[in-house]
């Protein structure tokens, strides 16, 4: 599976964007989805995730009640809505696809979308 995250850009405090993550490849339906982020020097920070065959979401406290994960399979991609933003919400997000045992550990997912960066104003 191959992955192409985009929809990022600059958005004032307390505005909306929505990330799309595009795969390629049939095995799309059979993966998880999830939504990491990452600042400079800091660890892969989970965000959200969303299950291959139930659709259950697991979401970050910290993102909760402001981000949406979704999937539309048959367009074979993955969304993640985010309303309400902070200035804390800045840096780049990525996308993944794999098979986690657990949702928030990157190290469960195989594939990796390129990023894209999200800069929230005050």
């Known amino acids: 599976v191959q992955l192409q995250a985009s929809g990022g850009g600059l958005v004032q405090a307390g505005g909306s964007l929505r990330l799309s993550c595009e795969g390629s490849?049939?095995?799309?339906?059979?993966?998880?989805m999830g939504w990491f982020r990452q600042a400079p020097g800091k660890e892969r920070e989970f965000v959200a995730h969303?299950?291959?065959?139930?659709?259950?979401?697991n979401y970050a406290d910290s993102v909760k009640g402001r981000f949406t994960i979704s999937r539309d399979n048959a367009k074979n991609t993955a969304y993640l809505r985010m309303i309400s933003l902070k200035p804390e919400d800045t840096t780049v997000y990525y996308c993944?696809?794999?098979?986690?045992?657990?949702?928030?550990?990157?190290?469960?997912?195989?594939?990796w979308g390129q990023g894209t960066l999200v800069t929230v104003s005050s």
């Open positions: 993944a696809a794999g098979t986690p045992i657990s949702a928030s550990n990157p190290s469960g997912y195989a594939y």
């Open positions: 490849g049939r095995t799309f339906s059979r993966v998880d």
């Open positions: 969303i299950r291959r065959n139930t659709g259950t979401t």
